[in-house]
């Protein structure tokens, strides 16, 4: 599967953002699908999931400001987030659960910053 995120970009803290992540390849709706991120420095770790069944779960530090969705029609999964810290700014990626290590895209940049 090709996976491709987008929708980053510069905002201001307590600001939002929606990232959207298409994927290509084969069927998408059947896997359970990751938002990960990494900031500089650190290690990449898994902030949303949600299950092939449209279940979700986060990560403690993003628990009510982000949201993660799926249209199963589009091939596509959506990151919502909101009330953005400063700590949430990394390179945002996204991929199956588990991941796939062939899977990985470029990834999308999200600053944090006033």
């Known amino acids: 599967v090709q996976l491709q995120a987008s929708g980053g970009g510069l905002v201001q803290p307590g600001g939002s953002l929606r990232l959207s992540c298409a994927a290509s390849?084969?069927?998408?709706?059947?896997?359970?699908m990751g938002w990960y991120r990494q900031a500089p420095g650190k290690l990449r770790e898994l902030v949303a999931r949600?299950?092939?069944?449209?279940?979700?779960i986060y990560a403690d530090s993003v628990k009510g400001r982000f949201t993660v969705s799926r249209d199963n029609a589009r091939n596509t999964v959506y990151l919502q987030m909101n009330s953005l810290k400063p700590e949430d700014m990394a390179v945002y990626y996204c991929n199956m659960y588990p991941f796939s290590v062939g899977s990985w895209g470029q990834g999308t940049l999200v600053t944090v910053s006033s």
């Open positions: 390849g084969r069927i998408f709706s059947i896997n359970d």
């Open positions: 949600i299950t092939s069944g449209g279940s979700t």
